[in-house]
């Protein structure tokens, strides 16, 4: 079996794949300052949670974009596992062209969700990932990545409105009873809520200008489900995109 590992800035994502069966997932929160033998041991409780153990991993594959990490989870998967991970960076086929001013700058995770795309839905299409940051990627009709335009994610909107506001209290990330908020709880949670699905709609339609009418949308990351509830333009939830764009670079660059 294959373990995908996705380290983002907030969330920790992994897969467990029996050739094309994504067979377990789970997402966990970032800690920054874990040691090896910390995520060692989470990976062997996740593993045997899900009713296996080491031996039967065969291989791994991470993409991150925490580079203090990276090197974290190498030696807690090789330690732990007896598996060095396949990393996704410079030098990995993937299947992708870039059409970036540096491509280099381009995310690992971003890369693999345009390999995603390419393999399981076809381009052309914009990719919503919900995560640390909200991101739209352009991905062309032949699967190229194109580019596409970074927000702050959610999440930092609404720890950004607590910390520099006097008066305004953290809040539950949910939908509240209306639109126009009655007391402070729901109106933020209206501003932030509506507010980004208002981004989402907008920023759709203004890559579908320039893809074509024919571009699929596809929204993934931990709050594509709050947003997407909310919004038909999401056409397609893939909350595990990017663990399935990482099986299949691991693929790729196998023999």
């Given at each position: 079996?294959?373990?995908?590992?996705?380290?983002?800035?907030?969330?920790?994502?992994?897969?467990?794949?029996?050739?094309?069966?994504?067979?377990?997932?789970?997402?966990?929160?970032?800690?920054?300052?874990?040691?090896?033998?910390?995520?060692?041991?989470?990976?062997?409780?996740?593993?045997?949670?899900a009713?296996?153990?080491?031996?039967?991993?065969?291989?791994?594959?991470?993409?991150?974009?925490?580079?203090?990490?990276?090197?974290?989870?190498?030696?807690?998967?090789?330690t732990?596992?007896?598996r060095?991970?396949?990393?996704v960076?410079?030098?990995?086929?993937?299947?992708?062209?870039?059409?970036?001013?540096?491509?280099?700058?381009?995310?690992?995770?971003?890369?693999?969700?345009?390999?995603?795309?390419?393999?399981?839905y076809?381009?052309?299409?914009?990719?919503?990932?919900?995560?640390?940051?909200?991101?739209?990627?352009?991905?062309?009709a032949?699967?190229?990545?194109?580019?596409?335009?970074?927000?702050?994610?959610i999440?930092?909107?609404?720890?950004?409105?607590?910390?520099?506001?006097?008066?305004?209290?953290?809040?539950?990330?949910?939908?509240p009873?209306?639109?126009?908020?009655?007391?402070?709880?729901?109106?933020?949670?209206?501003?932030?809520?509506?507010?980004?699905?208002?981004?989402v709609?907008?920023?759709?339609?203004?890559?579908?200008?320039?893809?074509?009418?024919?571009?699929k949308?596809?929204?993934?990351?931990?709050?594509?489900?709050?947003?997407?509830?909310?919004?038909?333009?999401?056409?397609?939830?893939?909350?595990?995109?990017?663990?399935?764009?990482?099986?299949?670079?691991?693929?790729?660059?196998?023999?």
């Amino acid at each position: 079996m294959l373990l995908a590992i996705d380290v983002g800035n907030t969330n920790l994502t992994l897969g467990l794949y029996r050739g094309e069966e994504r067979i377990a997932a789970w997402r966990l929160a970032t800690a920054h300052e874990r040691m090896p033998d910390e995520y060692g041991l989470q990976l062997l409780g996740l593993l045997e949670h899900a009713g296996f153990g080491p031996k039967d991993i065969d291989g791994a594959v991470l993409a991150s974009v925490v580079p203090p990490l990276t090197g974290t989870l190498l030696q807690a998967c090789e330690t732990y596992l007896g598996r060095r991970p396949l990393v996704v960076d410079a030098g990995v086929r993937t299947g992708v062209r870039i059409h970036y001013d540096d491509p280099k700058a381009v995310g690992a995770d971003r890369v693999v969700d345009a390999a995603a795309v390419k393999k399981l839905y076809g381009g052309p299409a914009c990719v919503v990932d919900f995560g640390t940051a909200t991101t739209f990627e352009a991905i062309s009709a032949e699967g190229d990545f194109m580019g596409g335009a970074i927000a702050p994610g959610i999440g930092i909107a609404a720890e950004a409105l607590f910390q520099r506001t006097a008066k305004l209290q953290r809040v539950e990330l949910s939908r509240p009873p209306s639109p126009i908020g009655r007391n402070t709880v729901h109106a933020i949670q209206s501003g932030l809520l509506f507010g980004y699905v208002g981004l989402v709609e907008g920023m759709v339609a203004r890559f579908r200008k320039e893809l074509g009418p024919g571009m699929k949308v596809i929204g993934t990351g931990g709050l594509v489900d709050l947003i997407a509830a909310e919004t038909d333009v999401i056409q397609i939830k893939a909350p595990w995109l990017t663990l399935d764009g990482l099986r299949l670079v691991w693929e790729m660059n196998q023999g």
